[in-house]
């Protein structure tokens, strides 16, 4: 192992005493773990075997992030670069009512809220993630508050062969609630490892809309996780918008462990050139009378790549429940590829689960329909896949970043034509 990555690497990061046992404690761990390959089923179609941690070491520039585009003044704006929060503005009014928005280690329960989520559910990017998180990031929302605008956090990464872990926990207390935009960013041109790990914690009748928006640089590589638990009659509705990366994958796990707790998932992508978007999701239902509604829709064109894979876990205690997974894909060139394997795991009868998966390309018929009213080819196709990909948006939680995602989507489509242009002018000069 590089020791770029080793426990004393981790262990020079500094900190609070428990804070830097915790990161040496999981150096040593990854230290002796076994990097995963596309023959275990979780791996299965990724690009992990062209994955290579040597080409990286833990980054250490820092300078300022992008501002989000919203169409809200956010109720708090936190801004993060390689993994280390750089700047804090929080509403007085929260402060006062007694809301902590900043770093983790500043808050006198920080010790206790990280890992609380993910200890559960790691693996070997959240292990890489544990030991070189340089300054996580806490969200704590004390019981009965109510914050009603969005808190929005930016995560931005570069320089080529650095390596960043962000890391956000955000605890939502009894009868609370929040909803809080993600949004991860990196150069253009750098080459750049990202893992992010991101922890939902939600109690009691609480209620969290968490949108996590990756608009990530060509050449980044991102192994991600949002992880997510919801207590008794709790709701969770996590969203992930994803544009970038070289390879990009986002597992998402919500574990619903309090009965009548309920979790939504939305997913919407859109993968040119050769890029690869991958999604893997669990939804685990461990207590009684849970639900959970997954629905990811995704474009793919040019030579891009996407891959879903997702399981439905029902345990043995978890009799009432309600849950459904359903994965689209739209693909728009005849060298897109998309692989959809949804999978069910029920150990209790009294359920009702179901799951869907589709890969198509544009419906002739949709595209005659409007070329035939008048509408010119890139206009027709452009409806099309606003359509397709409206479902979602329509839910996403945080509403003010929908216009943003829209332009990024029409951004997408105006390169795909522009590509499409040029190569059959190309075509038409060779003949």
């Not at 949108?211 to 207590?231: I, P």
Request: negative net charge; contains cysteine.
């Amino acid at each position: 192992m590089s020791t770029a990555f080793s426990p004393t690497a981790a262990r020079s990061l500094g900190g609070p005493d428990w804070l830097v046992a915790r990161r040496t404690a999981a150096a040593e761990a990854f230290a002796a773990t076994e990097r995963p390959d596309d023959s275990a089923e979780e791996w299965r179609y990724s690009l992990i075997g062209q994955f290579d941690l040597e080409r990286y070491a833990p980054a250490h520039e820092f300078g300022d992030a992008p501002m989000p585009r919203l169409d809200v003044e956010p109720a708090a704006l936190i801004r993060c670069v390689n993994g280390r929060v750089m700047f804090v503005e929080v509403d007085d009014a929260l402060v006062a009512q007694g809301v902590h928005i900043g770093p983790l280690a500043e808050d006198e329960n920080g010790e206790a809220r990280l890992g609380s989520v993910a200890d559960d559910a790691g693996d070997y990017f959240t292990l890489l993630n544990d030991a070189f998180m340089d300054r996580p990031l806490l969200i704590d929302i004390p019981r009965g508050v109510v914050v009603d605008r969005p808190i929005v956090v930016t995560h931005h990464a570069a320089g080529t062969g650095g390596a960043a872990f962000p890391r956000l926990v955000v605890r939502v207390a009894e009868n609370a609630q929040a909803d809080v935009m993600d949004l991860h960013t990196s150069e253009a041109d750098d080459d750049i490892l990202v893992c992010p790990v991101v922890e939902l914690d939600v109690e009691a009748a609480g209620r969290l809309g968490y949108l996590k928006v990756q608009e990530q640089g060509a050449k980044t590589w991102q192994f991600g996780s949002v992880l997510a638990r919801a207590e008794r009659d709790a709701t969770i509705s996590a969203a992930t918008a994803a544009f970038g990366g070289a390879y990009a994958r986002t597992r998402a796990d919500t574990r619903l462990v309090g009965r009548g707790a309920h979790g939504d998932l939305a997913a919407v992508y859109f993968g040119e050139h050769e890029q690869t978007l991958d999604f893997r999701t669990y939804q685990d239902h461990v207590a009684p009378d849970t639900t959970s509604n997954l629905l990811y829709k995704g474009v793919v064109a040019g030579e891009s790549r996407s891959v879903y894979t997702g399981l439905i876990r029902v345990r043995p205690d978890a009799r009432g429940t309600n849950a459904f997974q359903t994965n689209r894909n739209l693909k728009l060139s005849d060298d897109a590829w998309a692989e959809s394997v949804p999978n069910l795991e029920i150990e209790n009868n009294d359920v009702k689960c179901s799951h869907a998966s589709t890969v198509s390309p544009v419906d002739e018929d949709q595209r005659f329909y409007l070329e035939s009213r008048g509408v010119p080819t890139a206009e027709a196709e452009r409806l099309i896949v606003a359509g397709f990909l409206g479902e979602v948006l329509a839910d996403v939680p945080v509403q003010a970043a929908v216009p943003a995602l829209k332009s990024a989507i029409a951004e997408k489509l105006a390169r795909q034509r522009e590509l499409d242009s040029a190569a059959a002018e190309s075509e038409l000069e060779a003949v």
